[in-house]
């Protein structure tokens, strides 16, 4: 086996890790996650760390080495303060708000577009322009965020339509008179 860099992940308070061959569940104050990782990874605990081992020195193995540690120390992070993600509708008469579990957008269609948010995904609509997607697994927070955007995504003329907080819409200029 060839030299690895090894940088053991620390566990934090509150957190139980459990790890059984290439499974990995993490418990902690906000909930639960599972995840398989790639056989040709060795996931082993020691005391308080986690360590995340290859099996040989190849190109792919050392990107596994890293993806696998970044997706525990997601799991860590999500169970422990969560993910958020926030929405912006921008648009005359655009807004969206909350019927029971499920999010209603109108966003210039014909018809009120209705969003249920998958299981472990929670939505909040503080002001009917702003949109906040709540979740402890970042992969689904922003699979779900960009479900929502890609309902009416930001056109380059107004810039009417959903974008991130912070998303920077290119601006076209449009027609001129000659």
Do not use: W
């Amino acid at each position: 086996m060839a030299r690895q860099r090894e940088k053991p992940i620390p566990i934090p308070e509150g957190v139980e890790i459990t790890i059984n061959g290439t499974e990995v569940k993490v418990k902690g104050p906000k909930g639960e996650l599972v995840r398989k990782f790639h056989p040709f990874m060795t996931i082993e605990r020691n005391d308080n760390t986690i360590c995340v081992k290859r099996r040989d020195d190849s190109k792919f193995c050392h990107s596994l080495q890293g993806l696998t540690r970044t997706l525990i120390i997601n799991m860590i992070k999500g169970v422990t303060e969560g993910y958020t993600k926030e929405l912006v509708v921008e648009g005359m008469g655009y807004r969206a708000q909350m019927e029971g579990k499920n999010l209603v957008l109108l966003v210039g269609y014909s018809h009120p577009v209705k969003f249920e948010p998958p299981n472990g995904i929670t939505i909040e609509v503080p002001k009917p322009q702003e949109i906040i997607v709540k979740g402890i697994d970042k992969e689904l927070v922003g699979n779900v965020a960009a479900k929502i955007r890609a309902i009416r995504p930001p056109e380059p003329y107004k810039g009417k339509g959903i974008r991130y907080r912070g998303e920077q819409i290119r601006r076209k200029q449009g027609k001129r008179a000659v």
